[in-house]
């Protein structure tokens, strides 16, 4: 990928953007948090890409094959975020650009970047909820116990 390190905003500013431009279109620094959901669901979704003969096999599994290496890297605080990559969405993709040229382009096909975002916050949104329930029902218990023991 010759313009692997083009910011989001290159194609349609001929000059450099600035830094406060940067800093203000950014969301890496909140929604980095949101890396499992999103990688897991690109990988689903490669997986839909692949079963539906839409991308080749061959494709599928290198797109897949370096979703895993770079949540990999995340998990073990080997990842550089990249606030000139204003998100997570792109700071992974991005990255498996980095790996799979040229596959990691189809990783995209039928879901469009606003697709993509909404997915994962509502996988988050779930996945935290689900925590969030589980932590009050064991303070619910402590308290119970703890009222049935005075």
Known sequence: MKNKNKTVWSNRF??????????????????????????????????MLSKQKIIKSEDANKIINGLKKIKAQIDKGNFEFKEKFEDIHLNIEKALFDIIVPSAGYMHTARSRNDQVITDFKIWMKNSTNEINSNINKVIKSTIKLAEKN
């Open 14 to 47: 001929k000059g450099k953007t600035s830094q406060s431009f940067q800093k203000i279109g950014s969301s890496i620094h909140i929604d980095k948090r949101l890396y499992e959901q999103d990688i897991n669901s690109s990988i689903m979704h490669t997986q």
